[in-house]
């Protein structure tokens, strides 16, 4: 967590407000593609079997 907010920090030493949400906007959707392709390529990379379900306990 220190990490993520000593980058967000440094971020804002460099970049104004409008480079920032121009910039900031392609990275954000960018994540968003990667998520999507690695929860595709794990889909097909992991096919899920049929299992019984497990019980749980508690």
Known sequence: MLVVA?????????YTEPEGK???SI????ASLLA????REHKR???R???EPVE???
């Open 45 to 47: 990379l992991l096919p």
């Open 36 to 39: 999507w392709a690695i929860y």
């Open 27 to 30: 990275v954000g959707v960018g």
């Open 49 to 51: 079997e049929d299992t």
């Open 6 to 14: 000593q980058f967000w920090g440094f971020a804002n030493d460099l």
């Open 22 to 24: 121009r910039l900031f």
């Open 56 to 58: 749980q306990v508690g």
